[in-house]
């Protein structure tokens, strides 16, 4: 597709401010990080009505749009939203500043000392839908990490994010950063995505954050890495030995603690020795919330009211409150269900076998495997990881929930006294 | 372009063959991979014979197809070689089996304990030039780190790469190791790369080793993520508080321990204030090596056989001995320098000073960054990492010199007791 000229330069333009900018934001001090963090979470306190305002522009031309109730809610910045953006910011000037950590610094043989310091990336590009909070999420945790963004919000939001913008510039300036470390995408029009996308130059990361139909476009049309998860097709597995009513629990929150949750569980394996007790007691739970269930035929005679499962269910992910359920005779069969039929982003084993625990641990190549405890656990701020930019099911660079460690990256540092090679 | 639908299918089968061997390898015991180095390393060192012959077909068709004496050079296995693949090996093997290590396992206020434990890729393309010995090195690191390779080496070492084929088949056989494991491509059949480069279901990541035009082709037709280093333009800058012998000594040796090598000085920035003292003596030292010098005009003045330097030449990788040479007023002008006209490869600073040591470190955005030590030292072995498989100039995932850890990714570890989410 031929991209409008003054697009392209407008895109071109803004990628060579933030390049520009990434230099000087990536040597700043943390101290001048923190100040600008700081600025920018009063300027917001202080522009609540200005913000309020804009977002009831947006919030009025997406009713008129017909919105969803979910994209309006989304969409929405009460007092209360204001109050968790400004926390937020407080959040990730706290924590500590991963840029400049050296570690491992060891002597080698040759004399030199070798070691590997954290560095940020350089320009990241988020592309985002709806919610506006994302606009200060990904700026706080560029600003955190010395790096530049360039963001690109849906047009639902873009008067809530333009105003927003206002008070990171103000916080850039406050802190004697350049304004450009943050830069907001002025227009609407899709095509400024298609010409970010081809700045393969001066951008080092794409993250998108929204749909499917997003994400995959965004794959498809750029060789700039991307940091990114598709599906969250994840699987608890009940084992043969195990705490019944352990599993029960477990198995109930990873489905029904929120269902529109990548990290909700999408299918239920469970061993044919517990099947009984463990899907009769489930059935009644989920039927109480409304939960429907798709079973195997060995499932269906214990869970009555449930329907039968096809093929296509096992690699559905539902984002709702529908629930695949397959007996089966074994730990491998189970591990080999869910590495052919799952999306590598987190599964459950309930066990109280030390060797199924093991088993399970190595064999299974998700991003996060885990042993009795809920799926919907697999988030950067449970993880202790401070904030979370997005969940990665890639293998290289970051995989699982991201937080600032993803948005780094590690070069040598070498310390000699005039150490020579001889070869 | 089309791709030949024979070649399509074989080498869909390779690739479906080599994702299902990764699945078993990936989870092999760390003595099992360990017989299988050994085996491979006794076949080779009992099939002697028949690698020499294998590679004296290889070299009868290079010299009538005329390849240039450094190409034939590279192709060539004389029993030293042969010694040193077998040595290799073992060298390898001895390493710490880095796959399943646990790292960073804390408990978090919710009960459960997360870590992060180390994992193979999966299934690896590597894609290489002449030198039949990157055969072994890629089977070699990929068998330790539990991936499955696919291997297409290049037209010339066809034979003998068939002939060490045979020597890991027989060692993953020994091992009771699936074949499919390591499998080279039977075809020298151009259009078997670009189908493997299209298996972005099937292979992880693709590592080009050869010259530039490999490397970008490989970029250019791949949606896989690829291991790679473009060039190599590195610099060594000699500030103005200096040890002058030192820094004479480690300039020479970054040029001139060997010329065609990724991590060769192809740029020396020096402060006006020492220029006298170091370019007069490096410029005879130079002279002796018979490298050229293309110098600014006032590094011309010192150096008074030198030729005068053009832009392009600061971002020229010579690859030769050529050096071009440039008086500059501070460490700002040398750091801006580097950073426009580098090659983010390997950059060295020459100072007695603490302050721009630390400042040159922390500014310079290269994947090695030292002080005082000559960059021909950037490299796996010497950084301790005990293997080497290419040197990475990209910030994502890899960078700097890539060794066993570059071939695995960490997945995340939750261990729990029946915790559950309350949100």
Same mark, same amino acid.
């Given at each position: 597709?031929?991209?409008d000229?003054?697009?392209?330069?407008?895109?071109?333009?803004?990628?060579?401010? !933030? @390049?520009?900018? %990434?230099?000087?934001?990536s040597? !700043?001090?943390?101290?001048?990080?923190?100040?600008?963090?700081?600025?920018?979470?009063?300027?917001?306190?202080?522009?609540?009505?200005?913000?309020?305002?804009?977002?009831?522009?947006?919030?009025?031309?997406?009713?008129?749009?017909?919105?969803?109730? !979910?994209?309006?809610?989304?969409?929405?910045?009460?007092?209360?939203?204001?109050?968790?953006?400004?926390?937020?910011?407080?959040?990730?000037?706290?924590?500590?500043?991963?840029?400049?950590?050296?570690?491992g610094?060891?002597?080698?043989?040759?004399?030199?000392?070798?070691?590997r310091?954290?560095?940020?990336?350089?320009?990241?590009?988020? +592309?985002?839908?709806?919610?506006?909070?994302?606009?200060?999420?990904?700026?706080?945790?560029?600003?955190?990490?010395?790096?530049?963004?360039?963001?690109?919000?849906?047009?639902?939001?873009?008067?809530s994010?333009?105003?927003?913008?206002? %008070?990171?510039?103000n916080?850039?300036?406050?802190?004697?950063?350049?304004?450009?470390?943050?830069?907001?995408?002025?227009?609407?029009?899709?095509?400024?995505?298609?010409?970010?996308?081809?700045?393969?130059?001066?951008?080092?990361?794409?993250i998108?954050?929204?749909?499917? =139909?997003? +994400?995959?476009?965004?794959?498809?049309?750029?060789?700039?890495?991307v940091?990114?998860?598709?599906?969250?097709?994840?699987?608890?597995?009940?084992?043969?030995?195990?705490?019944?009513?352990?599993?029960? @629990?477990?198995?109930?929150?990873?489905?029904?603690?929120?269902?529109?949750?990548?990290?909700?569980m999408?299918?239920?394996?469970?061993?044919?020795?517990?099947?009984?007790?463990?899907?009769?007691?489930? %059935?009644?739970?989920?039927?109480?919330? =409304?939960?429907?269930?798709?079973?195997?035929?060995?499932?269906?005679?214990?869970?009555?009211?449930?329907?039968?499962?096809?093929?296509?269910?096992? @690699?559905?992910?539902?984002?709702?409150?529908?629930?695949?359920?397959?007996?089966?005779d074994?730990?491998?069969?189970?591990?080999?269900?869910?590495?052919?039929?799952?999306?590598?982003?987190?599964?459950?084993?309930?066990?109280?076998?030390?060797?199924?625990?093991?088993?399970?641990?190595?064999?299974?190549?998700s991003?996060?495997?885990?042993?009795? %405890?809920?799926?919907?656990?697999?988030?950067?701020?449970?993880?202790?990881?401070?904030?979370?930019?997005?969940?990665?099911t890639d293998?290289?660079?970051a995989?699982?929930?991201?937080?600032?460690?993803?948005?780094? @990256?590690?070069?040598?540092?070498?310390?000699?006294?005039?150490?020579?090679?001889?070869?």
């Amino acid at each position: 597709m031929e991209i409008d000229q003054d697009i392209k330069f407008y895109v071109d333009a803004v990628a060579l401010d !933030a @390049s520009k900018a %990434s230099s000087v934001i990536s040597i !700043a001090s943390s101290e001048q990080k923190s100040l600008c963090l700081k600025s920018i979470a009063e300027d917001i306190d202080q522009s609540r009505g200005l913000i309020r305002e804009a977002n009831a522009l947006d919030l009025d031309n997406a009713r008129q749009g017909e919105l969803e109730s !979910a994209l309006l809610e989304r969409l929405s910045l009460d007092e209360s939203s204001i109050d968790k953006i400004v926390e937020g910011l407080y959040q990730v000037d706290l924590l500590g500043d991963p840029i400049g950590e050296i570690s491992g610094l060891n002597y080698q043989d040759s004399g030199i000392q070798v070691g590997r310091m954290r560095v940020p990336l350089g320009v990241i590009a988020m +592309i985002y839908e709806s919610r506006p909070n994302v606009t200060i999420d990904a700026a706080s945790l560029a600003i955190k990490t010395g790096n530049a963004v360039i963001l690109r919000g849906g047009s639902e939001s873009f008067f809530s994010n333009k105003q927003l913008a206002i %008070s990171i510039k103000n916080g850039l300036i406050k802190a004697k950063l350049p304004e450009a470390c943050v830069q907001l995408i002025n227009t609407t029009d899709r095509q400024a995505v298609g010409a970010l996308l081809q700045k393969d130059d001066l951008i080092d990361v794409v993250i998108p954050r929204g749909g499917k =139909g997003l +994400i995959e476009r965004v794959c498809n049309e750029t060789k700039i890495s991307v940091i990114k998860h598709l599906d969250g097709i994840c699987h608890v597995y009940v084992d043969k030995e195990v705490d019944v009513d352990m599993a029960i @629990s477990v198995t109930f929150n990873s489905k029904s603690e929120k269902y529109g949750v990548c990290n909700a569980m999408e299918t239920l394996l469970v061993h044919r020795d517990v099947a009984q007790p463990v899907l009769s007691e489930l %059935s009644s739970l989920f039927a109480e919330k =409304g939960v429907e269930l798709r079973c195997c035929p060995e499932a269906r005679i214990i869970c009555p009211s449930s329907k039968p499962v096809e093929d296509v269910d096992w @690699s559905t992910e539902y984002l709702g409150p529908v629930l695949s359920i397959k007996v089966l005779d074994s730990l491998d069969e189970a591990i080999d269900h869910i590495n052919n039929y799952g999306s590598h982003h987190t599964d459950v084993i309930c066990t109280s076998s030390y060797e199924s625990s093991r088993k399970f641990i190595r064999s299974v190549d998700s991003a996060s495997v885990m042993v009795n %405890s809920s799926s919907q656990f697999a988030d950067g701020f449970e993880y202790g990881l401070g904030a979370e930019i997005g969940i990665s099911t890639d293998k290289l660079h970051a995989r699982g929930p991201v937080g600032l460690e993803g948005l780094t @990256s590690e070069k040598y540092v070498v310390f000699g006294n005039g150490e020579v090679r001889r070869r």
